[in-house]
């Protein structure tokens, strides 16, 4: 989720923290020989130049000039002077070697046969209406009290909670201040709003992390004071649990842990405990929800961690984890379909945002389960349908990836009733269960007129 009017968020390299891939003289002839352009969109291992430098696109670009920029996933590595460069005297711990560029094996049209089991957590509508609030931030959106939040939304998540540094683990949420936010109202307000909203059933969820909250919960004590801080923030307010807005670095997987169903990286294992004791402490009624990135989850799919060559970004799939350990407890998983480069889907294409059909191919990954890293003897399980909704950004400036209307009721058309797919064949079958959309954010949302609201909330209804 992003703070700014920005529509991508781009980080210098050298201030990523992101490994800087060695190139051979012959590899930076190669580069050299690529010149970069805006028009372009590189994929993994493709070269450019610019700037006296080569570069090579790790992942994916959006357009983002190599020499200035890394995408959102630290896609370029800077591979040194045009012309060559010199190796190091000792080479890596862990040569970045590049994974085979061979799809996975074709999945299996069936669901796995070991479905969550515990049903899904009350008072929710069939089909929900998801939103972001700015609770705590302005941007070019304008700020909106809780009491002025129109009742279409059924779920409500307040953001953001930050922690107090990227691993302590304490939680903290304030209220914009005034001097940000012109009308913010009082928190005896705020909380008497969020007091009504949940009388009248809707759901008001903190989310925590975001694109600036960094959350990484590497030791027990930071574990405890998640969970301790947390609470402290539902109890003070009177929410119904968190939402799990992990992005960037939080989640990252550690050389050698390769079992998505058994993790050993401390902050995996760590947050599912977490997370654990949250539901522990508050019951049945608890909403967990989570938001991740296309690249945490469905990347998932050809590529898990650093991967046996080492390399990979580790990030990569690293949320699987954590959704598989909580199938039983989770409420709704929707995953931003939004800031994503191409992603593989079942059909062993590349999707790519703007259009029904990326929606179609990453919602139904989940919906029927797919083989880890193309080992089919490892299936994420297909989650229930009541569990699975999707993100899409509420206007031009909440995201990339923006689908008008029309485009995203016919990715839930195809999903819910099998009808109106395009060229894509869904795995998962017909799922009338589907939950719904979610969207960054109601602000964006109010400040287009609500176009967002207007168009899906009578649409969801009207599914049955």
């Known amino acids: 989720m992003r703070r700014s009017l920005l529509l ?11 490994a800087v891939y060695i190139a051979s003289s012959a590899d930076a002839a190669v580069a050299c020989a690529a010149a970069w352009s ?27 000039s190599p020499s200035t920029h890394s995408g959102q996933w630290d896609v370029w590595a800077d591979n040194g002077a045009c012309g060559g460069t010199t190796p190091p005297t000792s080479p890596p711990t862990t040569p970045p070697t590049t994974p085979p560029t061979t799809p996975p094996t074709t999945p299996p049209t069936t669901p796995p046969t070991t479905p969550p089991t515990q049903p899904p957590v009350g008072g929710l509508p069939k089909h929900a209406l998801i939103g972001y609030l700015h609770a705590s931030f302005a941007n070019g959106s304008g700020y909106l009290r809780m009491a002025d939040v129109p009742a279409d939304w059924d779920i409500i998540n307040l ?13 903290r949420f304030m209220l914009c201040p005034a001097t940000e936010c012109p009308g913010v109202e009082s928190e005896a307000d705020f909380i008497n709003a969020i007091k009504a909203k949940r009388a009248a059933g809707k759901k008001v969820l903190l989310s925590i992390g975001g694109a600036n909250g960094q959350v990484q919960l590497t030791t027990t ?16 307010y009177g929410l119904d649990g968190v939402d799990v807005d992990f992005e960037g670095h939080s989640l990252s997987l550690n050389t050698g842990d390769t079992d998505f169903k058994n993790p050993t990286t401390p902050v995996i294992v760590n947050l599912i405990a977490a997370l654990r004791s949250l539901k522990a402490r508050y019951g049945a009624g608890f909403v967990l929800t989570m938001a991740p990135e296309t690249f945490f989850v469905q990347l998932g799919y050809q590529y898990y961690g650093s991967g046996p060559w080492g390399g990979q970004d580790p990030r990569a799939g690293s949320y699987l984890p954590v959704i598989y350990a909580m199938r039983n407890d989770l409420t709704v998983l929707h995953v931003q379909d939004y800031n994503s480069g191409s992603i593989m889907g079942l059909d062993n294409q590349y999707h790519s945002m703007g259009g029904a059909d990326f929606h179609i191919a990453m919602t139904d990954m989940l919906l029927a389960g797919f083989p880890v890293a193309g080992n089919t003897a490892n299936m994420f399980p297909a989650l229930r349908e009541d569990q699975i909704a999707f993100g899409a950004p509420s206007s031009v400036s909440a995201g990339n990836g923006y689908v008008a209307p029309a485009g995203v009721q016919q990715a839930v058309t195809c999903l819910v009733k099998g009808s109106n797919c395009g060229g894509y064949t869904v795995r998962s079958g017909t799922n009338p269960n589907f939950r719904g959309l979610m969207t960054w954010s109601i602000n964006w949302d109010k400040f287009y007129s609500w176009e967002f609201k207007n168009a899906h909330e009578p649409f969801l209804n009207g599914l049955g």
């Open 8 to 18: 991508a968020v781009t980080a210098v390299l050298a201030a990523s923290g992101s």
């Open 38 to 64: 805006p028009s372009a969109v590189y994929t993994k291992d493709m070269t450019a130049s610019q700037a006296g430098h080569n570069y090579t696109a790790k992942w994916w670009t959006q357009n983002e």
């Open 159 to 171: 953001a953001f909670g930050e922690p107090t540094s990227a691993t302590s683990g304490d939680i």
């Open 221 to 236: 004590a930071a574990r405890d004071k998640f969970v301790s801080s947390v609470s402290a923030i539902i109890d003070r």
